[in-house]
């Protein structure tokens, strides 16, 4: 029974030690979750009275001051889109030669390394190379395709990291078994590893537009306007060599450059790229939960 | 030895077999000139984006490079750009380009940051692993993964709307855009990678170690404090360099909340402006190859470098924990 173990002053000081550092670590994790919980809260909140439909459908109209984000939102599509489409084949096909055909060697550890340090590349100095390299050098101009290609590269590591893992989960016994009915290396990888690994390879590519979605500073000098006015309701109002209107760089113009706006404009615009960004998020993780729980092996 | 491997049952394919079309070749089945053809592009194809990573690193660099160098090398006074804390890149009567207030900004931004950010980060880490289970850390997790998803330009605008009130009514200043408010913003940008990559470095560390630990009577913070915190010291190390390299680089929260004024800052409250900022308002005004835009490259330049050097050793590091 534990009633005949006396307890020593040694052991009540250790408890109330462990109690006490419980209680502190526990809060300063909690600490985490007010700030989201508050400010998405906040900001909902500040933004109800412009959110609408109509927010997202309608231009932005009256220097900025009137009307919803119409030619932002298209524009922050096109712009995922694209560098999606740039970025995923690549970003795919990279963590595939790391995950089946690298050796470990001098080489892996160096390209290891340049994807470390690709996602450390402040966004600015990604701006930088995507001017110097894409406007100027390329000759594309001031275009989405230029601040998709910037923004490409700027996310390729979160594709490559994600997709690793992913790859690397389907375990080696399922490569073995395919080669030794004799498939090729990429006969393997097209046909046993990838449909295996798919839902991984997903929620990377999901977590890359959410990301994208969001950046600002590269898109700055490299494709995206302050303000650019487009045709209501039609998705294909802009065309690749166009510059054009993007969330975030909306948000940031008119935080800081319109001084006169209503109240509730920069937060239902804050709102909007918010809530676009933790939904794909969202999606993500209810992704890869589906996965964990309907793993096979 | 000859005669003993030959009894042996033939050795497991660990491998694909080597591609070759001769027929009936005892190393594998006959393919076709198209499927061998294919196989080879689809293995180049691959290997190109596997080398890409390294290739946009060197081109950031080349093409970042490319645009500064002529006025890096050619008129840029290198002593008055790194030790003068003049910076008037307009000015018509005299041009300075001095970026040590720009630096000082940086460092003071992100090391309070730090003073905010590691503790907590650690903290955080320490309870997600070590102190709490199944839901409750399933939970933490997603919001960690949340809270990194928050754009950039939205931290600022919360710096802006919500944070510069509250610090004006908290500290009774008159403007709150300034040192904390930044730092306020950079912590809690950088906590959620600190958690995600110091977790992963406690659990790197065997169970055996914390088994040990607790047979021997300890209680858990005395295990995580004597066993665990010692032998993932790097692995945390790491982490806190990852962190670090996010604020410095962090250009939109910064340039929105800091009251961007090119000045070496004498307390919290003081605005400053910081490299990425600069790059970020200025870039735009300046006519390209002018010496004020090619100086912005400069800049870039020296961001690139101070990253460039935080992931490496952080690379390091790591590395050195998975030998050692």
């Known amino acids: 029974m534990a009633a005949t173990f006396a307890e020593t002053p040694l052991a009540r000081s250790k408890l109330r030690q462990e109690r006490a550092v419980q209680i502190l670590l526990g809060l300063m994790a909690f600490l985490m979750v007010l700030p989201l919980v508050t400010i998405v809260g906040y900001l909902v909140v500040q933004a109800w009275p412009l959110l609408s439909l109509d927010f997202l459908l309608k231009n932005p109209t009256g220097g900025m001051r009137q009307g919803g984000v119409w030619a932002a939102l298209l524009g922050t599509i096109y712009l995922v889109t694209t560098s999606l489409l ?110 295996n690994s798919i839902s991984g390879i997903l929620t990377g590519v999901i977590l890359q537009v959410s990301r994208t979605a969001g950046e600002t500073a590269p898109i700055m000098f490299t494709g995206a306007v302050f303000f650019k006015r487009i045709e209501e309701g039609n998705p294909f109002a802009y065309s690749l060599s166009d510059q054009c209107m993007a969330l975030s760089m909306h948000l940031f113009t008119i935080t800081t450059q319109v001084t006169d706006a209503p109240k509730a404009l920069p937060y239902a615009t804050a709102v909007t790229l918010l809530g676009t960004v933790l939904l794909v998020n969202a999606l993500a993780i209810g992704l890869r939960v589906r996965l964990r729980a309907r793993k096979k092996w | 030895m000859g005669e003993q491997a030959m009894n042996l049952p033939p050795a497991p394919v660990v491998g694909p077999r080597p591609l070759s079309a001769s027929a009936g070749s005892p190393r594998g089945p006959r ?37 500064g160098v002529g006025f890096l090398f050619g008129g840029l006074n290198l002593v008055q750009f790194l030790f003068s804390t003049e910076w008037y890149p307009t000015s018509v009567a005299n041009v300075r380009y001095g970026v040590l207030a720009l630096i000082a900004g940086t460092f003071s931004v992100t ?107 300890a209680t858990r913070w005395q295990t995580v404090r004597r066993v665990l915190l010692p032998a ?92 050692g």
């Open chain 2, 111 to 217: 090391g309070l940051a730090m003073l905010i950010a590691v503790p907590f980060g650690l903290g955080a880490a320490i309870f997600v692993s070590e102190f709490c289970g199944g839901r409750v850390r399933e939970t933490l997790k997603i919001v960690i993964e949340l809270l990194a998803a928050i754009p950039s330009v939205v931290w600022g605008f919360i710096g802006i709307s919500v944070m510069n009130p509250l610090i004006q009514e908290i500290f009774h200043v008159p403007v709150g855009l300034n040192v904390l408010n930044g730092a306020l913003l950079l912590a809690l940008m950088s906590v959620p990678i600190m958690v995600s990559i110091g977790e992963d470095a406690l659990k790197a560390v065997p169970d055996s170690f914390r088994e040990a630990s607790l047979a021997m009577g």
């Open chain 2, 31 to 67: 393919r076709s000139r198209f499927a061998l053809a294919s196989e080879r592009v689809f293995e180049w194809v691959i290997r190109l984006c596997g080398i890409s990573a390294i290739l946009f690193v060197f081109g950031i660099f080349f093409f970042v490079l490319r645009e």
């Open chain 2, 232 to 323: 993932a010291k790097n692995g945390l190390l790491a982490a806190v360099l990852l962190g670090v390299g996010r604020a410095v680089g962090e250009t939109m929260a910064v340039l929105m909340a800091t009251g961007h004024a090119v000045n070496i800052p004498k307390s919290p409250f003081d605005p400053v402006r910081t490299l990425t900022a600069t790059i970020a308002a200025e870039l735009g005004e300046a006519s390209v190859g002018s010496n004020h835009y090619q100086v912005l490259f400069v800049i870039g330049i020296l961001l690139f470098s101070i990253t460039f050097a935080v992931n490496l050793v952080a690379d390091l590091i790591v590395k050195g924990t998975a030998k």
């Open chain 1, 86 to 195: 740039i970025a995923a084949p690549v970003g795919v096909l990279a963590a595939v030669y790391l995950n089946e055909y690298a050796k470990k060697g001098w080489l892996t550890r160096i390209i290891n390394l340049a994807v470390v340090n690709l996602a450390g590349v402040p966004s600015i100095v990604h701006a930088l190379f995507g001017l110097g390299a894409f406007v100027l050098f390329a000759g594309m101009g001031r275009s989405i395709l230029a601040a998709s290609l910037t923004l490409a590269i700027m996310t390729l590591p979160v594709i490559i990291a994600s997709t690793r893992e992913a790859l690397a989960s389907v375990p080696m016994s399922f490569r073995e078994a395919c080669w030794n009915v004799g498939a090729t290396r990429w006969q393997t990888i097209k046909g046993i590893v990838l449909p």
